[in-house]
């Protein structure tokens, strides 16, 4: 979904220190997106859920004591799915 090179450079992260680190959270936002229904398989990915999950890495990867802005449930809440 986000490749390692494009979350760095929203990052601002030029070392390699990070990148096991980094490579996890764009892993557990799009796991977090798929377990409250968002289609995360989908060819393309709509920009609003890329944008979410670029949002919650740099959330959690600059500030990971607070919590995840808003504006994330705001980019995602037209591509969940709900079940009845």
């Known amino acids: 979904m986000i490749g390692l090179d494009e979350m760095k ?7 390699d220190e990070d990148d096991a680190l980094i490579e996890r959270l764009v892993a557990s ?3 977090y997106l798929a377990s409250v229904g ?6 393309p990915i709509p920009e609003p859920v890329r944008l ?6 740099m959330s959690v990867y600059d500030r990971p004591e607070e919590a995840v802005p808003p504006t994330f449930d705001r980019l995602i ?5 709900v079940v009845l």
Do not use: K, N
């Open 38 to 43: 968002v289609d995360v398989t989908s060819t």
């Open 29 to 31: 936002a799009s796991a």
């Open 77 to 81: 809440a037209p591509y969940r799915e």
């Open 52 to 57: 979410a999950v670029i949002l919650m890495v």
């Open 9 to 15: 450079g929203h990052l601002r992260v030029s070392h």
